[in-house]
């Protein structure tokens, strides 16, 4: 058991020495100083106490989407729809915050309900993926994908029609709210609100207790181990889905309630910023544990926000962050599988 | 629109769709081997990025085709070690790589970002262009659409009436029996997977070459097709006339959203040209319903005329994907 943990991490620090290297060959290939360029990603992530918020800011959408992608995940399902489950929750806090702002309740009120409003709208969109795999056969992925674009559309027709800001309709987004209805922040200057953090930190632990804790969470991970055993075990294997597809759209309806209240003050078209395919990434490397969620998914948006500079300074286009994210992934799950031959091999020796 | 300038536009049609044509027949050649190649969207940016750097560098047409047909063939090989050899999940390998081929072909593809490069130019094909309404249609094209004409037949006459292509998809259907009547399973899945990697990888180029000439990062507007291409892979039932006949039904649809346009001025552009999505989803609930058991019993409550046009449509609307798809096979 013991000489297994230390093979698992030999190939895992392998898997990430890989990615690290195949970044630099990136790098050289393209006539950069690779030293300068991670010396760059890791001052401009946690250099200053403001870079470190930045982080911290892209940190709360990443860790409330990889929070929901781990119960999807628990019953072998592939939400890919999560990115359109964040935007439907940035749409109906949205659509609460635009009747409520002229109803002269309490703001904090009103906040709480645009969130709760984000959390409904993340549902129904998870819920429709649900029901068109459950009753439509179609595969969660294609029907994730398919309204994950629809959900897209909705967004841009309700930024350039309906909510347009008076006279001029533009990718900025609408018409930003009163400062009396953003989350408040830490300082006034940045977008880090401890409302969020707290959010992100609760729902990371609700879910970790979830499915490690309960019997729910057991029979979960016995529909996704083998869906057909669990149904003879008289598991009802739909209604489980669909239950994974809703808690998971909580997660993602709270990720898009945040990015309105507490990161743009408006709905702006990229509102979900690839959080819910970044999520999958994550969820993958910590091999769907929730466990190791928390800080893979603080060091994945270190590597957002470091390389936001990258541009200014180096002249490097900013989606080296997105390489090496990738690459990271990419290597650490051909080390599991080089791992899984290695000890197969081994085994058949002995 | 005169009839004429409307063949023009539906010949236009035909040369837009051609990415999709090679994309969606090189999917559906992995996937009747048992490979889903779900790195398509990432692959079609790098592609077509790595296919206009090579032309660009060269000034060589071909060049840039060939660098295309290779980076397409090397992502595959990379989903083939990964889910052949190593047993990892396609759906995680293919995810991964569909963004980091989007991520590398933004970074990679900055410097020679907005340049203007070589293009392909239309080659009318002598006499058969003279053809009334048939030659503006289909022989004014450039070299690309002539080929991704000639991909469509290869790719249908190959799988379904040659004995090479039974053995295809007999390893995507049943490997095991393949395996006791001597192919070599995983070594036909990989020289498989490799080639539809091959054949897709040519979609890249013709958009940066030909359809979107060339490369302007995250705003080319081809993020998105490929996971379109992998729909229109099931919308054709795994068959090349039936995915083709599915990337044309895209393309006319894009190019009407845009005909429409000036007719619905309170719907935005940018509207129009996600349209085609939701009818992608439509269109796969139709080629799953026939599966569905509630599906068959609304139905028999129908009344006989209703329901017998109806059930006809479902039945021929329906596609089962090849039995084995996605599963490793290890034979004994």
Not at chain 1, 262 to 276: F, K
Not at chain 2, 10 to 23: C, E, K, M, Q, R
Not at chain 2, 204 to 222: D, M, R
Request: with cysteine; net charge positive; charged share 10%.
């Amino acid at each position: 058991m013991h000489k297994a943990g230390w093979s698992a991490a030999l190939f895992q620090i392998g898997g990430i020495l890989s990615a690290l290297l195949l970044t630099t060959v990136v790098l050289v290939a393209s006539k950069a100083p690779p030293f300068a360029a991670f010396a760059n990603i890791i001052l401009g992530s946690v250099g200053t106490w403001n870079n470190f918020s930045q982080v911290l800011v892209s940190w709360v959408p990443l860790l409330l989407s990889t929070a929901g992608l781990l119960i999807t995940f628990a019953v072998g399902l592939w939400n890919i729809g999560i990115e359109g489950q964040i935007t439907l929750g940035g749409i109906f806090t949205t659509w609460a915050l635009r009747l409520l702002q002229t109803s002269g309740w309490n703001p904090a009120l009103i906040i709480a309900v645009a969130i709760a409003a984000g959390v409904v709208g993340g549902v129904l969109w998870a819920m429709l993926a649900g029901a068109l795999k459950t009753f439509g056969g179609v595969n969660e992925i294609f029907g994730g994908l398919g309204l994950n674009f629809v959900a897209m559309a909705i967004n841009l027709w309700l930024i350039f029609g309906p909510w347009k800001r008076p006279g001029i309709a533009s990718m900025s987004g609408t018409m930003p709210f009163a400062q009396s209805l953003w989350l408040p922040t830490v300082t006034p200057q940045s977008s880090l609100s401890l409302a969020a953090v707290v959010i992100a930190v609760v729902s990371i632990l609700v879910v970790f207790g979830l499915i490690q804790g309960t019997y729910f969470g057991l029979r979960m991970k016995a529909v996704g181990r083998n869906p057909r055993a669990a149904h003879l075990l008289g598991i009802p294997t739909w209604q489980y889905m669909m239950a994974s597809f809703a808690l998971c759209g909580v997660f993602a309806g709270l990720a898009g309630a945040v990015q309105v209240t507490s990161v743009y003050h408006r709905l702006i078209p990229a509102i979900s910023s690839g959080y819910g395919y970044l999520g999958l990434m994550v969820a993958m490397l910590v091999n769907y544990q929730a466990a190791w969620a928390a800080p893979v998914a603080l060091f994945f948006a270190a590597l957002n926000v470091g390389s936001i500079q990258l541009p200014i300074v180096l002249r490097l286009d900013s989606s080296l962050g997105g390489v090496l994210q990738d690459t990271l992934v990419l290597f650490v799950v051909l080390a599991q599988g080089f791992r899984r031959r290695f000890q197969k091999r081994t085994g058949d020796e002995q | 629109m005169t009839t004429q300038a409307l063949l023009i536009n539906l010949g236009g049609v035909l040369t837009s769709a051609g990415p999709i044509v090679f994309a969606a027949t090189g999917e559906t050649i992995s996937e009747r081997a048992g490979v889903i190649n779900l790195s398509m969207n990432g692959m079609i940016l790098l592609t077509a990025m790595g296919g206009f750097a090579a032309a660009l560098a060269t000034n060589n047409l071909a060049v840039g085709f060939v660098a295309g047909a290779l980076i397409g063939a090397a992502v595959a090989a990379v989903v083939a070690f990964a889910s052949i050899t190593l047993k990892q999940s396609q759906v995680a390998v293919g995810f991964v790589l569909a963004l980091l081929c989007r991520d590398l072909s933004y970074f990679l593809g900055s410097p020679i970002m907005g340049k203007t490069g070589p293009r392909l130019s239309i080659a009318p094909l002598p006499f058969l262009s003279d053809i009334p309404v048939v030659g503006t249609l289909f022989f004014r094209q450039d070299v690309m659409t002539y080929l991704s004409f000639l991909v469509i037949f290869g790719a249908w006459i190959f799988v379904f009436h040659t004995r090479p292509g039974l053995m295809l998809r007999g390893i995507g259907e049943r490997p095991a029996a393949a395996y006791v009547r001597g192919a070599n399973v995983n070594r036909l899945r990989y020289f498989y997977t490799i080639l539809g990697g091959a054949i897709a990888g040519l979609a890249g180029p013709v958009y940066s070459l030909s359809v979107k000439a060339g490369w302007k990062g995250t705003i080319s507007g081809l993020d998105g097709i490929g996971w379109i291409v992998l729909a229109i892979t099931i919308f054709g039932g795994w068959k090349p006339l039936r995915a083709a006949f599915g990337a044309y039904l895209f393309a006319f649809l894009q190019w009407f959203g845009l005909f429409l346009q000036p007719a619905l001025p309170g719907i935005p552009a940018q509207v129009l040209q996600v349209a085609p999505f939701p009818l992608m989803i439509l269109t796969l609930l139709l080629v799953n319903f026939g599966d569905a058991d509630w599906v068959a019993r609304t139905l028999s409550h129908l009344p006989e005329p209703a329901r017998r046009p109806l059930a006809r449509l479902l039945r021929a609307l329906h596609a089962t994907p090849p039995a084995s798809l996605g599963t490793p096979f290890e034979p004994e």
